[in-house]
C-alpha cells in the first residue's frame, strides 16, 4: 500500500465521519435552525473529503474535474438551500420548534416505563 493511497483512504475516512457527525445532527438537534446549521456545514465538509480521497485513488484528469465541478456545486447550494428553508419557515411563522426524532423516540419510552 502506497502513501497515496494511505492519506486517500485516510481522506474517505475523515470524510466519512464528517457526513455521520451531519446525519448526528440532524437526529440529535433540539430544532430547524440547529439541524440545518450542522448540516449546511458537516455534510459539504465531509463530501469534499471524499471526492478528494476517491481522485487520489483514481487518478484520472477528467474524473478530477467532475468531482471538482460536484465538490463546487455542493458547497455552493447546501448553504443556500439551508438559508431558502429557514427563511420560509420564519417568514410563514411556522414553529421551528418541531421535536426531533430522538426527543420523541425518548418521550415514548419514558411513557412505556411508567406502564
Excluded: W
Excluded at 46 to 69: C, K, M, P, R, Y
Amino acid at each position: 500500500m502506497t502513501i497515496l493511497e494511505l492519506v486517500a483512504i485516510s481522506l474517505m475516512v475523515l470524510g466519512s465521519v464528517f457526513t455521520l457527525l451531519a446525519a448526528i445532527g440532524i437526529v440529535r438537534m433540539p430544532d430547524l435552525y440547529c439541524r440545518l446549521s450542522a448540516t449546511s456545514k458537516a455534510a459539504p465538509f465531509g463530501v469534499g473529503l471524499i471526492l478528494a480521497g476517491t481522485v487520489l485513488v483514481v487518478g484520472e484528469v477528467s474524473f478530477s474535474l467532475q468531482a471538482a465541478a460536484v465538490a463546487i456545486f455542493i458547497t455552493i447550494t447546501s448553504p443556500v438551500a439551508a438559508h431558502a428553508v429557514a427563511r420560509a419557515v420564519f417568514r410563514t411563522d411556522t414553529s421551528a420548534n418541531i421535536e426531533s426524532p430522538s426527543i420523541a423516540l425518548d418521550s415514548k419510552v419514558d411513557s412505556s416505563e411508567d406502564e
